[in-house]
């Protein structure tokens, strides 16, 4: 697939703090990609140099193998940032309208409407007058407006409640269905496991992880296969095997720590072992998103 986006060794100074630390990666067409990390990360500064409102003190980006700023890539992207500003004094209808008369090949309104989920009311309500839920629907409207291959989303559904954000996304999931390339961040760490293809982790300005949801936890979390007994476990034997880390007990049921799962409940199977309700935890990106910052704060 086409590389849409790339960037190369960028960075960022505020006097003298580095916020944004030789920062590489790309993006290809069609990829659906979270960046995440704790506050003060670098996540939003990468975003907006990448979008060309912030200049890198260091380094390069390319969006469609061109600068962010060139009208040819403006026409193509669509941006929603975390604190959504709209011009005062228009209906919103008369606003959506007036942003899509800026790109060559808009999305209809009739389109626009149904994949935001903005309802004739609010169409007619001045945006001054919005709240602060309905102005964020407006403001994903204005992002789609422009029929964009590329889509930025920072921070997208802080302040919408969730059936908002159940529109949101599944919006967004037809997008991606469609090829569309979307970025987004958020503090929603279920939403990232949720949507992401990929997730890029930010910390104290450096890339700490890049790689799928599944990927990540995997390398990184204690995944386990737990049931109740109904026969005698030998731990020794158990814990001799090479993907086992650790055997206990907790509240009736034994728990088996391990890399591979599989190769837990296959060895069940081939003992033959008089066991029932089996359950297989894989583990939260949360506890993912913990273990590689503190291991980080450590260092």
Request: net charge negative; hydrophobic share 40%; aromatic share 6%.
């Amino acid at each position: 697939m086409e590389t849409v986006v790339k960037i190369k060794e960028l960075t960022k100074m505020f006097k003298d703090k580095k916020a944004v630390n030789h920062v590489s990666f790309s993006i290809k067409q069609g990829e659906v990609v979270a960046i995440l990390g704790p506050n003060g990360a670098g996540k939003s500064t990468t975003m907006l140099m990448m979008l060309g409102l912030l200049h890198p003190t260091n380094g390069e980006v390319k969006l469609f193998h061109q600068e962010a700023t060139s009208k040819t890539v403006r026409e193509k992207i669509g941006v929603m940032l975390q604190e959504v500003s709209l011009m005062d004094g228009l209906k919103v209808k008369e606003l959506i309208k007036l942003c899509r008369s800026y790109y060559p090949n808009p999305l209809s309104m009739e389109l626009l409407i149904k994949l935001t989920g903005l309802n004739q009311e609010e169409l007619n309500k001045r945006t001054e007058k919005l709240s602060g839920g309905q102005k964020r629907r407006v403001g994903f409207a204005l992002a789609l407006a422009g029929n964009p291959d590329l889509m930025f989303f920072d921070e997208p559904t802080v302040g919408m409640d969730i059936s908002a954000r159940k529109v949101f996304w599944d919006t967004v999931r037809g997008l991606a269905n469609q090829g569309k390339t979307i970025l987004f961040s958020t503090h929603y760490l279920q939403e990232a496991d949720d949507i992401a293809d990929r997730i890029i982790l930010f910390d104290k300005g450096v890339v700490i992880a890049d790689g799928d949801p599944k990927d990540i936890k995997g390398k990184l979390l204690k995944q386990s296969v737990s049931f109740i007994a109904r026969c005698t476990i030998s731990k020794e034997d158990w814990i001799k095997l090479p993907f086992i880390a650790e055997v206990f007990e907790q509240e009736g049921r034994t728990f088996m720590i391990t890399d591979d799962t599989d190769a837990v409940l296959t060895k069940i199977f081939e003992e033959r072992l008089n066991i029932e309700d089996i359950q297989i935890e894989k583990g939260r990106l949360e506890e993912a998103f913990e273990q590689l910052t503190e291991e980080r704060e450590a260092m």
